[in-house]
């Protein structure tokens, strides 16, 4: 399995961005996906995910400003990030799960200037 992580970049605080996340190679195995972030001196924290009977999960920390979704006929899981706080900036990292492991994308810096 392979995940492809895009769409970070720098952007002012008030602001938007959508990452994507494409999934290739042995995707029938993954049944769920997700994000989490890292920012610096932090821990690798959850953002959004989906669940393995398609519910959504996020964190309080983005609940209202962050969504969660998906085409599935893309292989593609997106996170939809409005109104970015400064405290927002972090490396975005993609993760897909399968029932014996975690596969995680390369991940994608955001920004969040004041």
């Known amino acids: 399995v392979q995940l492809q992580a895009s769409g970070g970049g720098l952007v002012q605080a008030g602001g938007s961005l959508r990452l994507s996340c494409a999934a290739s190679?042995?995707?029938?195995?993954?049944?769920?996906m997700g994000w989490y972030r890292q920012a610096p001196g932090k821990e690798r924290a959850l953002v959004a995910r989906?669940?393995?009977?398609?519910?959504?999960v996020h964190a309080d920390s983005v609940k209202g400003r962050f969504t969660i979704s998906r085409d599935n006929a893309k292989n593609t899981v997106y996170l939809q990030m409005n109104n970015l706080k400064p405290e927002d900036t972090a490396v975005y990292y993609c993760?897909?799960?399968?029932?014996?492991?975690?596969?995680w994308g390369q991940g994608t810096q955001v920004t969040v200037s004041s």
């Open positions: 989906y669940t393995s009977v398609g519910g959504t």
């Open positions: 190679g042995s995707i029938f195995s993954i049944n769920a």
């Open positions: 993760i897909g799960w399968s029932e014996s492991r975690a596969y």
